[in-house]
C-alpha cells in the first residue's frame, strides 16, 4: 500500500504558475499509474491527468495548462499547472494506482491509494 503525500499549493494570482509535488513511501515503478485529480468546492473529484505504462492520459480538465512528470528515482510526483485561472481553484490529489487502469476514471478511482490533497486557491 502506497502512502501519498501532497505539497506545493497555496493562494496565488490568475496568470502565474505552480508546481505541486507528490511524495510516494513506497516505490513507485512503470507497474504503477500515477494521477491528478482535482476536487473545487461543492464539486465532485475530477481527474486531471495521468501518467503509467509510458504514457501520459490527458482528461479533459488536465488539458492544456497541465504537465505532469514523475521521478521514479525520488518516487516523487509533479503537476505543472500554468497560466493559472480562479476556475483552477480546488484541492489537488494525487494517487497511485495499477498501470491497467490508467486513463480509465471508475477502474483507476476505485482502487488507487490517495494523498491527503494540498489547496490551490487562484485569485
Known amino acids: 500500500h502506497v502512502q501519498l503525500v501532497e505539497s506545493g499549493g497555496g493562494s496565488v494570482q490568475a496568470g502565474r504558475s505552480l508546481r505541486l509535488s507528490c511524495a510516494a513511501s513506497?516505490?513507485?515503478?512503470?507497474?504503477?499509474?500515477t494521477a491528478w485529480f482535482r476536487q473545487a468546492p461543492g464539486k465532485e473529484r475530477v481527474a486531471a491527468i495521468y501518467?503509467?505504462?509510458?504514457?501520459?492520459y490527458y482528461a479533459d480538465s488536465g488539458k492544456g495548462r497541465f504537465t505532469i512528470s514523475r521521478d521514479n528515482a525520488k518516487n516523487t510526483l509533479y503537476l505543472q499547472i500554468n497560466s493559472l485561472k480562479p476556475e483552477d481553484t480546488a484541492m489537488y490529489y494525487c494517487?497511485?494506482?495499477?498501470?491497467?487502469?490508467?486513463?480509465?476514471?471508475?477502474?483507476?478511482?476505485?482502487?488507487?491509494?490517495w494523498g491527503q490533497g494540498t489547496q490551490v486557491t487562484v485569485s
Open positions: 513506497g516505490y513507485i515503478d512503470d507497474s504503477y499509474c
Open positions: 494517487a497511485a494506482g495499477l498501470a491497467r487502469y490508467c486513463g480509465a476514471f471508475s477502474g483507476f478511482f476505485a482502487r488507487a491509494s
Open positions: 501518467i503509467g505504462g509510458g504514457r501520459t
